[in-house]
């Protein structure tokens, strides 16, 4: 039900609001450092309109598409860019430290470092000429969580997009303003959540974009516009549109097989194949890096759950053969949340998981 005491607002007051929101937008735009002057001329030319309206008092549907189009374009961190870390010896740290195994992998990646830090300290362009990394592997396998640690490895912003069942080149594109709900691609937005022009960029589950081949192909050769350094440097978002600049981008692409992957996006790419942990390798990663986060996530303290060393195997592969680790992370995360329970109830301050005990505090 509509607030009865709420009165409508009169002329003269939104005016006012109309004039502040103007003041507002033009402030953003003067101070949005590094916008193209073309776009800059651009932007004055639609405020100087939207304050013709204003003055005539004529707010139409135009007056909005407008102004959330000068408010989109201030928000894209045109001249921002976090200070990028090359360092072989750092980046190895982070590796190690995020993930248990995969040396042959972490191999690639610190040769993938050395070629950027000896094309910069010679004056390339390290990211442009640099190939695009494709992860292939499993679900659960560590695909995501290794493009964050070379983010993290590099003191780069990470943002990850989804292309799983994406619909629509539109989606990575953005579409006209003219179009009511027009708004820009995942593109641009990812550029703008971030807040630089030099993020790291997952585009996650390449292989699963549409299940249409017509549009298959048309994602694919978005794709190849946005991932190849020859179009990437002008690349056309159809609600920015005007050319934005994603060359200092670096893209790192996932994928579970590449079978829908088309052969000019593939020839783009350097495939890193992502290999399945061993059972040994499992235990380590689940005693040593996964335990330990969700005892704090689940809210115990140190030694309110301890281990049998020998439970391990059947921690491991309580159900059956995982390729990955997140049917293992669930299963100690169900184990922690028993823990917890019993803590809560009283019923103990100390649980010791034992071959005795371990079939109770498994999940059914």
């Excluded at 002329?11 to 735009?29: D, G, N, P």
């Excluded at 629509?168 to 593109?187: C, D």
Aim: with cysteine; proline share 4%; net charge neutral.
């Amino acid at each position: 039900m509509p607030d009865k005491n709420l009165k409508p607002l009169d002329k003269q007051t939104t005016e006012e609001y109309i004039f502040k929101e103007l003041t507002a937008l033009s402030e953003k735009v003067n101070n949005t450092l590094g916008m193209p002057e073309d776009l800059r001329e651009r932007l004055d030319q639609m405020l100087n309109r939207l304050n013709r309206m204003a003055k005539l008092g004529h707010y139409a549907a135009e007056f909005d598409t407008l102004s959330r189009y000068i408010d989109v374009v201030s928000m894209i961190p045109w001249d921002k860019k976090s200070e990028d870390i090359l360092d072989l010896e750092a980046t190895k740290k982070v590796l190690d430290k995020n993930h248990f195994g995969l040396e042959d992998v972490k191999e690639r990646m610190l040769e993938y470092l050395a070629t950027m830090i000896l094309i910069k300290s010679r004056g390339g362009d390290a990211i442009a000429k640099s190939p695009v990394l494709l992860f292939v592997g499993l679900q659960g396998i560590g695909k995501t969580t290794l493009a964050m640690s070379i983010a993290e490895a590099l003191g780069k912003k990470f943002i990850r997009i989804a292309l799983g069942a994406i619909g629509s080149t539109l989606e990575l594109r953005g579409r006209s303003k003219v179009f009511p709900e027009a708004e820009p691609g995942q593109i641009i937005k990812a550029l703008m959540r971030t807040g630089v022009m030099n993020p790291v960029i997952l585009l996650d589950e390449l292989e699963k974009s549409s299940g249409e081949h017509g549009l298959r192909s048309d994602v694919m050769a978005t794709l190849l516009e946005i991932l190849d350094p020859n179009q990437s440097n002008e690349f056309r978002d159809h609600y920015i549109d005007f050319p934005v600049n994603l060359s200092q981008v670096l893209f790192i692409c996932s994928a579970n097989n590449t079978g829908n992957i088309s052969t000019a996006l593939m020839d783009r790419m350097e495939v890193i194949k992502m290999p399945s942990y061993t059972d040994a390798e499992k235990a380590v990663i689940a005693r040593d890096y996964l335990l330990p986060k969700i005892i704090e996530k689940s809210g115990l303290r140190e030694g309110e759950l301890v281990i049998d060393p020998n439970l391990w195997p059947g921690i491991v592969r309580p159900f059956g053969f995982d390729s990955g680790i997140r049917s293992l992370g669930r299963t100690l995360d169900s184990i922690c949340r028993k823990v917890a329970k019993e803590i809560v109830e009283g019923k103990t301050k100390q649980v010791y998981l034992t071959a005795e005990n371990l079939k109770y505090y498994l999940p059914k």
